[in-house]
């Protein structure tokens, strides 16, 4: 699980160094954020090829990782890799889900910026209907709310937020795939950290089994205002 070293300087332009954030790792691409960098460290999650999933902390002035694992009972599955968030108390908040089952879970640093202790695992709304995946975690500073975006089954997106990671909102359906209600929908975000989240979707894999599936790509966007309230528009700003 390679990465780069550091920024292009005249000595190293055009020639990063690689170094290892882990022996043993994989993740998706549409688990969000996979890594993150804070005050000159990277944070990086991943599920090992024993369907552990683990997190590495790799400090750039100094060359030196550390790594945990968060939770050894998982399937072998790259949906499984967790989301990791830096909270604004310093704290490390991942979360992560077990493709075959319902719900999501989700574990906090005991300290900031401090991967060596976790507090135990916490499963939260294990109610839904179908397997949950892909959790997108981002914070929106204008309503102070952390948000877990996540895939719910193969053709919804859902949404939950918490401001203290003890009690979440129930989940809301902020996109459904359209055309065929059991096609995977695949979505990346970006948020300005205030009070706006832009993201792409497909309506389906563009391929299935092998075959090709008329798969569109779209765009929207969803603002928050200070009490909380939600508001979706298209690439037009039209709602």
């Known amino acids: 699980m390679p990465g780069w070293n550091g920024p292009r300087t005249a000595h190293n332009r055009g020639t990063p160094r690689p170094y290892q954030l882990a022996p043993d790792g994989l993740w998706t691409w549409f688990t969000s954020p996979v890594a993150v960098f804070h005050n000159g460290a990277t944070y990086c999650g991943y599920v090992k090829k024993n369907g552990t999933q683990g997190i590495t902390k790799y400090v750039h002035a100094t060359g030196s990782a550390t790594a945990f694992e968060l939770a050894t009972n998982a399937e072998i599955d790259d949906h499984n890799n967790p989301a990791i968030l830096i909270r604004t108390d310093g704290k490390i908040a991942t979360a992560f889900s077990i493709h075959?089952?319902?719900?999501?879970?989700?574990?906090?640093?005991?300290?900031?910026?401090?991967?060596?202790?976790f507090d135990a695992v916490?499963?939260?709304?294990?109610?839904?209907?179908?397997?949950?995946?892909?959790?997108?975690?981002?914070?929106?500073?204008?309503?102070?709310?952390?948000?877990?975006?996540?895939?719910?089954g193969q053709s919804k997106r859902r949404a939950a937020w918490t401001t203290d990671w003890s009690t979440w909102s129930a989940p809301s359906t902020w996109v459904q795939s359209g055309i065929l209600a059991d096609k995977n929908c695949y979505t990346k975000h970006i948020s300005n950290g205030t009070n706006r989240v832009d993201f792409v979707f497909t309506d389906m894999s563009p391929t299935e089994n092998g075959n090709?599936?008329?798969?569109?790509?779209?765009?929207?966007?969803?603002?928050?205002?200070?009490?909380?309230?939600?508001?979706?528009?298209?690439?037009?700003g039209a709602s």
């Open 100 to 117: 075959t089952e319902s719900g999501f879970r989700q574990r906090i640093s005991t300290s900031a910026e401090d991967i060596s202790a």
């Open 212 to 236: 090709p599936l008329p798969s569109s790509v779209f765009h929207g966007y969803m603002t928050v205002d200070a009490e909380g309230v939600q508001s979706f528009f298209n690439s037009s």
């Open 122 to 152: 916490v499963s939260d709304w294990p109610s839904n209907p179908n397997q949950n995946s892909y959790q997108n975690l981002l914070y929106l500073s204008v309503p102070g709310r952390y948000y877990n975006m996540y895939r719910e």
